[in-house]
């Protein structure tokens, strides 16, 4: 009695072996769905959300109007706005007021997208850029300077859209 519970127990893990070399086999000769990161870079679908970026229009005017419905929206409460003003001898966008500061807090965003849904001007828009690690929790407070596009086009969105 003790051989054949042997015997049945060696049948039962000699099938088990082959069932996993069976699947071993099967992933062997396909192509891998890994890469290796940072070597070769990813490439991110189309309608992906990463990285924040303040747009202007081709003229270098900025387009956010400081309105703060990006602020109301944001469900993580990632978002800080202060308004102020356009004057005569200063005109920073094209409504009354603009963004004189603006942060994003990268440390609390969860990159829903509801910010840019919601700006009326087309701002604020989520690009492909995915690396936003850093050393410092204060790094991750992105400021207006540093959301803000170098040059008009620069987050890869046409300047010149309608919203």
């Not at 929790?137 to 596009?149: F, G, S, V």
């Amino acid at each position: 009695m003790a051989n054949r519970n042997g015997w049945q127990r060696a049948l039962v893990e000699t099938t088990a072996i082959l069932k996993g070399m069976a699947v071993t086999f099967r992933y062997l000769f396909r192509r891998p769905v890994t890469i290796q990161y940072p070597e070769e870079r990813p490439t991110v679908p189309q309608r992906f959300k990463g990285r924040h970026w303040l747009t202007l229009y081709p003229d270098g005017d900025e387009r956010c109007v400081g309105c703060e419905l990006c602020v109301i929206v944001c469900p993580s409460q990632a978002i800080y706005v202060k308004a102020a003003e356009n004057t005569p001898q200063r005109r920073v966008s094209k409504g009354e007021r603009y963004a004189e500061e603006f942060q994003i807090n990268m440390l609390r965003c969860i990159f829903c997208g509801f910010c840019e849904e919601a700006c009326p001007t087309g701002a604020i828009v989520l690009g492909h850029e995915f690396e936003l690690a850093d050393y410092s929790r204060e790094a991750l407070i992105y400021t207006k300077e540093m959301l803000q596009e170098p040059y008009p086009g620069a987050s890869g969105r046409d300047p010149a859209r309608e919203v």
